[in-house]
């Protein structure tokens, strides 16, 4: 029976992502052995919840230096883990730390690698979200997406395995009882692991209803301006209700949001009744992460921003005056 | 002399917009009028310019792609880079991730750079993997997705971006720095440093200068088959602020009763 190897993210607390439920999830779905990495000092706190969803066999490294050192101290466990299992899969979220370890592991496997994956066929065929592939000079390759989205099928045709880095909420989770058979990471880390360390971790928590799971999804970009608006696009959630706030990838970038407001293709995906896109242009990137929207509206000054092609409707139109103006409305003044 | 490499790459949509394709032939109009180096790429050069301008660090910008990148790193020259290497062959259109890794390991192998920046992830593929890959291949440590940088002596130290924040990480030279957006606001350049950057070297090398062969960099998966999503059919648009409000807010309040 082939196996596939699901690389568990969780919180100081033991509490696991909500996208390594899903990756489990979409492994369940192909016939095969499915094992859980858990690495960090609260691995063993996330096993049980491992084999809820699944997992049929949970290695648990619960050493410190998987939270003290970045990256490659995870990487060197699951090329062990990998050499010992020989999987023909290996499933990563698309966060920074599941980014940062599957890189480093797939130059140590030098095997193949899909990112932006929404659905897993087989141990050897996914299907990934490609706002664009682009090669410049080689026409053949050049394959853009008219209107901003699409997706591709990718079969491995080398050697095993093949690492995938699938898109937030691709998978609906759902428990179904593994049988949870939990082993000990059986390699040290060694020293030479031990290279970039983490000083101090300055998190706020996060608060309010979660992107994947709100009616109402307002999401802003660089057209505001002023990191400062964003504080418009809150209040506008909490007069709706049941609505939160997302972002695009440049504002990000730019350190105005933390990342796990990012909507897009490196992103989350969503699919609420209503997408309210707030100086947001509708690059492609962003569309492939929001375009499930049963609707959309966009309020822009750039009359020929893209994401007017899409929007049901669309005001042309100084964001933070809008807004303030539609919270007025909603309040009834 | 600290020595920096900064890794660019040609896009043809700096914009960020899906590239013009022919709707029959699915082949890009290459007459992009975007195309240049990509946006995601000049924090990294910036940041990179500013360290050499406060160390005296040489700056060399790598690239790989097609001679149709050459613009992308005269930019990079012209924001204050000192020299380019540019990996141009045939063989290498359709490069993968890890192919390309490969190719950027071999070319920055050649010479032992100090400090490796990369950017997050390009504007037009986003796989957002290639520099750790790259670091590991080159045996180097890497600190990514960086927001801030900075560097006393060969101690590195950086503000990680995180889900709900941020993390301090730090390590020392040589290392791989992934960076953001966030890390310093690229200059534009003038005309005069365009000018002279005209004159800056650009060294080109081939995958037999890099001793690779097309055999190394076979790709291990293939596309299959490619489904244009559905486009979503545009609605109304008004300019009209005053209705355009009352219609959202009655289109939200819709949604706040169902």
Known sequence: MARVVVFAEFDAQGALDTTTLENLTAARSLDSELCAVALGGHAAAAAATLAAYGADTIVVGDDSVFDEYMSEPAAFALEHVVGELEPELILFASSYDARDVAGRLQAALGCTLVSNVSEVLAVDRVRAVRALRLWPGRPGNLRGGVGGAKAIEVLRTGPGPMIVLTTAAATAPSPSQGRGHVGDLAVKVPDSCRRVRRVSRHETTADGVKLEQAKVVISGGRGLEDPANFSLLRELAAAIGNAAVGATRPVVDAGWVPYSMQVGQTGKTVRPEIYVAVGVSGAAQHVVGMKGAHRVIAINTDRNAPIFQLADFGVVGDAAEVLKEVLRGLAGE | ?258
């Not at chain 2, 920096?4 to 394709?21: F, H, Q, S, T």
């Not at chain 2, 390991?105 to 504007?123: C, Q």
């Not at chain 2, 291990?220 to 490619?226: G, L, M």
């Open chain 2, 1 to 258: 002399m600290l020595k920096i490499a900064v890794l660019v790459k040609y896009v043809p949509n700096r914009g960020g917009d899906p590239p013009e394709i022919g709707e029959e032939d699915f082949r890009l109009r290459r007459e992009q009028p975007e195309a240049g180096l990509d946006p995601a790429d000049e924090p990294g050069v910036e940041l990179a310019v500013q360290l050499a301008e406060r160390s005296g660090a040489e700056v060399t910008v790598v690239s790989m792609g097609s001679e149709a990148a050459r613009p992308a790193l005269v930019r990079a020259l012209a924001m204050g880079a000192d020299r380019g290497v540019l990996v141009c062959d045939d063989q290498l259109a359709g490069a993968d991730v890890l192919a390309t890794a490969k190719v950027l390991a071999a070319a920055l192998g050649r010479d032992s750079f100090d400090l490796i920046v990369a950017g997050a992830e390009s504007t037009d593929a986003a796989t957002g993997t290639m520099p750790m890959t790259l670091a590991a291949l080159l045996g180097l440590a890497s600190a990514t997705f960086a927001r801030h940088v900075s560097l006393d002596g060969t101690r590195l130290s950086i503000e990680r971006q995180t889900s709900y924040g941020h993390d301090v990480i730090e390590c020392l030279l040589p290392a791989l720095v992934g960076v953001t957006a966030a890390v310093a606001e690229p200059r534009y350049p003038s005309l005069r440093d365009t000018i002279r950057a005209r004159s800056k070297p650009i060294e080109q090398l081939s995958l037999v200068d890099l001793g690779l062969s097309a055999d190394d960099l076979r790709s291990a998966h293939a596309i299959t088959s490619i489904d244009l999503a559905p486009e979503r059919e545009a609605g109304e648009i008004t300019e009209d602020v005053a209705q355009g409000v009352a219609r959202i807010v009655e289109m939200l309040r819709q949604v706040q009763v169902m």
